[in-house]
C-alpha cells in the first residue's frame, strides 16, 4: 500500500512533466507557425522578383515598375541580413 504523501509526490511529479510537455508542444507549434510565414512572405518575395524580371507590357506602360525593382532587391538583401545572423 502506498502512502498519501508519495501518491501526493507522485501525482504532482506527472503533472509537472505533462505541464512541460505541453508548453513544449506550443512552442513547437508557435515556430512552425512562424517557419510557415517565413516560407509565405519568401514565396512572395520570390513571386515579385520575377514579376520585377519580366514585366507585362501594361507594367511596363504604366510605369513604377523599377521603384517596385528597388523595393523586392531591398527586401531581398535585407532578409539575407537577417539569414546570416
Do not use: H
Amino acid at each position: 500500500m502506498i502512502d498519501p504523501v508519495s501518491t501526493i509526490a507522485i501525482a504532482t511529479s506527472a503533472f509537472s512533466a505533462l505541464k512541460k510537455g505541453m508548453q513544449v508542444g506550443k512552442d513547437l507549434q508557435d515556430m512552425g507557425n512562424q517557419l510557415s510565414q517565413w516560407a509565405g512572405a519568401m514565396s512572395d518575395l520570390d513571386y515579385a522578383d520575377k514579376q520585377t524580371q519580366k514585366p507585362s507590357v501594361f507594367q511596363i506602360l504604366g510605369g513604377g515598375i523599377e521603384q517596385q525593382a528597388m523595393e523586392v532587391f531591398s527586401a531581398k538583401k535585407k532578409e539575407m541580413r537577417c539569414a546570416l545572423n
